[in-house]
């Protein structure tokens, strides 16, 4: 099972240039945990995309529909207390914004510490960063 960051999620919903990594990823290892916010951020992404013209409007449905089946397949870390209390600790050690340090607190929860049992899919820099700090394994490599 690996955690997914939602950066890396929207090249498999949307053609990107790093969608056949992401999708070589989860043909992998189909088994997909993302924290409870993911599916909210990865909309608002599109939403972004399409209103600076970046994403038409049939191109935005298709994508969002992709969201929704693959959503429908993935678990979800939602204890937002922990989360949150993880995440401040997170901020206090590295320069994230406060989703993405709540995405690594999920990923940090969701193996309980153990790093070496959870893989972390991202292409934030600045969270793989992060994320590698804390004795996570980062994929793409």
Do not use: Y
């Amino acid at each position: 099972m690996r955690f997914w960051d939602s950066s890396a999620i929207v090249p498999l919903i949307n053609q990107e240039e790093s969608t056949a990594t992401m999708r070589a990823l989860l043909g992998d290892d189909p088994a997909v945990i993302v924290w409870a916010t993911t599916g909210l951020e990865v909309a608002s992404a599109l939403w972004r995309r399409a209103r600076a013209g970046d994403l038409t409007e049939a191109a935005r449905t298709a994508a969002a529909e992709s969201l929704a089946q693959l959503a429908a397949s993935w678990s979800t870390a939602i204890d937002v207390a922990e989360v949150v209390t993880r995440a401040r600790r997170v901020l206090a050690a590295h320069p994230l914004r406060a989703a993405d340090a709540a995405q690594l607190a999920a990923a940090l929860v969701c193996c309980r510490e153990r790093t070496d049992h959870l893989e972390f899919v991202t292409l934030d820099k600045r969270l793989a960063d992060a994320a590698r700090r804390e004795g996570l394994r980062v994929l793409p490599g």
